[in-house]
């Protein structure tokens, strides 16, 4: 993906392809939390080609899913039109989604690992000011390790997870999973092979 000094480029050329880059299938992660998912208002951030979002919806959610690449929202609608469900989607980065305040039951964020120390911390305070309290939030990201693996990812070190800084950026919470692990995945060929992973399920005071 090199030559590609703009990201929004970068990915819409990613995405810009038949396949699912990261597979129909919902992250196995979330699908693993599937007893703590209730009824109610989600929200699946950069949810890219809808996996997630389209998931959430089958399992009876009202479901808000934004993402800054438009033909990664094309194909999200395409999903969701295959699967039957409806899911409310926006092609929208995240500094720019209209967040409501208290307003999801629940919200997914799964390897969005773009944002930088500084951005993050802003992304992670929107999530937060999003959730009603007693909300539920589920992230799934790459691990510090995950440098020794080509299996997907953002490549820098920064942006990388660990349990100390989800533990900091939801102080407060009461925390359910906060898993770090390693593990062989299968999502497109985008997310394949063995990799180091970072699990985190918290509930908002």
């Known amino acids: ?14 995405f810009s392809t038949p396949e699912y880059v990261f597979g129909e299938a919902p992250n196995a992660f979330l699908v693993s939390q599937a007893a703590l998912i209730e009824k109610g208002q989600a929200l699946a951030v950069a949810d890219g080609e809808g996996r997630n979002s389209v998931w959430l919806a089958q399992q009876g959610l009202s479901v808000d899913a934004f993402d800054f690449s438009s033909p990664a929202i094309v194909k999200a609608q395409a999903l969701a039109a295959k699967h039957k469900v409806k899911v409310n989607f926006t092609c929208s980065d995240w500094q720019s989604f209209d967040w409501p305040t208290a307003h999801y ?95 985190f399920v918290a509930r908002k005071p």
């Open 105 to 199: 039951d629940l919200v997914a964020g799964i390897f969005f690992q773009f944002a930088a120390p500084n951005e993050r911390s802003q992304l992670f305070e929107k999530i937060n000011k999003s959730l009603k309290p007693g909300g539920l939030l589920i992230i799934q990201g790459y691990g510090k390790n995950q440098l020794k693996y080509n299996t997907g990812g953002p490549g820098k070190l920064d942006h990388l997870y660990d349990d100390a800084l989800m533990r900091e950026a939801f102080v407060g919470y009461e925390v359910l999973v906060c898993n770090t692990y390693e593990t062989s995945i299968t999502e497109g060929a985008g997310h394949s092979g063995m990799s180091a992973l970072v699990g």
């Open 1 to 14: 993906m090199t030559g590609f000094s703009n990201p929004q480029a970068m990915w819409d050329k990613r």
